[in-house]
């Protein structure tokens, strides 16, 4: 008699280092959209003790920005929930986000096609193979489909401007703060004066 082996598929390895999306409400409007899968919202992507996001400003660098875990400031959190896994080290995070600064100039911000949960699923992806719930950026992808009945000033805006509390010269590499602050990429070291988180 002759056994029939059965491969089963293997699972894939996973990381070690959990990989959160934080997410915030921007409007208390949030409070009854959340029920409705809508809502306007910011998010961040946390991993190694450290928050990671992207907002606007007017210069050609970075738009990356680091604060502490669920404390991102001007918002209001709403929850935390684990994407995945990572087996990236503290300092290859850190290399990688220097990496991914150049794609995220705070100039090149948009609310409907470049935002901060853009930013959110992209590190997702690319840490853990997984994208970020789909509701979180709903309302941007909405926009988008009805980008021609959109005012024309909702396609331009950048966001109020947010001053920064910490200048940091050109080169620097910053330390994790209790308030935000920008992540420099050692290829694009200009130093801007303000920031917006979505």
Sequence with gaps: MLCRMVLLPRKKKTGTVP?????????????????????????????HGVEYGFGAHDHPSTGIFEVEPRQCPGFTFRKSIL????????????SFMEKL????????????????????????????????????????????????????????????????QTNVKAGDKKKLRSRSSRLLSTSNAVSSPSLTPC
């Design 83 to 94: 994407i995945g896994r990572t087996d990236l080290g503290p300092k290859e995070v850190r």
């Design 101 to 164: 600064a150049q794609d995220y100039s705070g100039n090149s911000y948009h609310l409907i096609t470049k935002n901060c949960n853009h930013f959110c699923n992209d590190v997702c992806i690319k840490l853990t193979g997984k994208t970020i719930p789909r509701w979180v950026n709903r309302l941007a992808r909405l926009g988008f489909l009805c980008n021609c009945v959109l005012p024309a000033e909702l396609n331009e805006t950048k966001v109020r401007q947010v001053r920064s």
């Design 19 to 47: 990989v959160y999306l934080n997410v915030y409400d921007l409007t208390p409007i949030n409070g009854y959209a959340y029920w409705l899968g809508l809502g306007i919202y910011h998010s961040g992507v946390q991993v």
